[in-house]
């Protein structure tokens, strides 16, 4: 069983930061590629940010030169720093991983999602 556990969401002022972590727990063999969801109500969940194994990150238009995704491999965790939030930012965020466990199965993770809110 492998559990995805995010943490450091909350309610900042536009032009603040936060920084999500997602920490990877149980059965694993390996992590493969890790990212970040967002979904605001009445809209579709879209991707953030992702990140592969070797470190290649690639961002949604929305969030370049403001968030950065990166990895601790040794820890089998994700960020998500967030700088110059904005009210649009607001959303739930939501750490997915695909993760080989010891049986080499190869599944796609979520976490439960933590709630980022950006307003004065």
């Known amino acids: 069983q492998v559990q995805l556990v995010e943490s450091g969401g909350g309610l900042v002022q536009p032009g603040g930061s936060l920084r999500l972590s997602c920490a990877a727990s149980?059965?694993?063999?390996?992590?493969?590629?890790m990212g970040w969801y967002r979904q605001a109500p009445g809209k579709q969940r879209e991707l953030v940010a992702a990140?592969?194994?070797?470190?290649?990150?690639n961002y949604a238009d929305s969030v370049k030169g403001r968030f950065t995704i990166s990895r601790d491999n040794t820890k089998n965790t994700v960020y998500l720093q967030m700088n110059s939030l904005k009210p649009e930012d607001t959303a739930v965020y939501y750490c997915?991983?695909?993760?080989?466990?010891?049986?080499?199965?190869?599944?796609?993770?979520w976490g439960q999602g933590t709630q980022v809110t950006v307003s004065s």
């Open positions: 997915n991983a695909d993760i080989s466990d010891y049986g080499l199965v190869d599944l796609d993770y």
């Open positions: 149980g059965s694993i063999f390996a992590i493969h590629a």
């Open positions: 990140i592969t194994s070797g470190g290649s990150t």
